[in-house]
């Protein structure tokens, strides 16, 4: 039988723990270093989270801050282990977490595009002849030998974004990727994440702008205090979210 599933979460379980130290004085400070004795908080972040994503589907991840999402996308990625549960990935996968922040300030804009690239399987000479494009769509040309560190938020956010498209993963993990960078450049990428789902791409979108979810996405879920409240067809699920947002707000 063919697993037409580009992802799937299997009982997903995921804390963190908040340790807090009695520093306020010295003896406090000394006690606790003679003791290695640390209060702390576990805070559950995921809490039994199972589901499936399509090839070629976008599913939109919604819900209060605080619910999860994130962290749900990172362990999709690879980038945290869960504590309980799996993940499984069919294809080659590039998360868009925070824009840049993957990139090394000290290195230029073609040191990173490469380094970038190799990480996620690619050869050096694939990448070199993608810096061309990369660039291009970015806007960078004039800048491609200028350290990372002197960008703009919105010239780092333009390299970040041109440089994952242009990889062309199979599945593309979006955290709030339009909340970025100035209006025409929110255009341009909204624009190229068309012509990538057009190619039958899978993409997971977390994001705030619930109209711009409803009308992309093809499932939506919503997470609230780490577990999924609903999950289904948009209409459904994001009618219900609002009227719980409403009964909260009042």
Same mark, same amino acid.
């Given at each position: ?42 805070? +559950? +972040? ?52 925070? @824009? ?103 993409? +997971? ?10 009308? @992309? ?34």
């Amino acid at each position: 039988m063919i697993n037409d599933n580009a992802i799937t979460v299997s009982n997903i379980y995921k804390k963190f723990s908040i340790y807090h130290e009695n520093r306020s004085s010295m003896y406090g400070y000394l006690t606790s270093v003679i003791n290695r004795k640390k209060s702390f908080d576990e805070l +559950v +972040v995921l809490d039994d989270i199972s589901f499936s994503v399509k090839k070629g589907e976008m599913l939109g991840i919604i819900g209060f801050n605080g619910s999860g999402k994130t962290t749900l996308l990172k362990i999709i990625a690879k980038i945290y282990t869960p504590d309980k549960g799996s993940v499984t990935t069919n294809g080659t996968i590039t998360p868009l977490l925070e @824009l840049g922040t993957g990139f090394n300030r000290e290195l230029s804009a073609r040191e990173n595009i490469i380094t970038y690239g190799v990480i996620l399987g690619f050869t050096k000479n694939e990448m070199v002849e993608k810096i061309k494009e990369i660039t291009r769509f970015a806007e960078l040309e004039k800048f491609l030998d200028t350290k990372v560190k002197n960008f703009s938020s919105g010239m780092n956010a333009r390299l970040a974004f041109s440089t994952a498209i242009q990889v062309d993963p199979d599945i593309l993990l979006l955290d709030e990727i339009f909340s970025v960078g100035d209006l025409l450049f929110r255009e341009k990428s909204f624009n190229a994440l068309m012509d990538f789902r057009k190619k039958g791409k899978t993409i +997971v979108f977390v994001s705030h702008q619930i109209d711009q979810v409803a009308s @992309l996405c093809d499932k939506v879920m919503w997470l609230h205090d780490g577990k999924i409240r609903e999950y289904g067809e948009p209409y459904d699920v994001i009618k219900k979210y609002r009227s719980f947002a409403a009964d909260k707000s009042h």
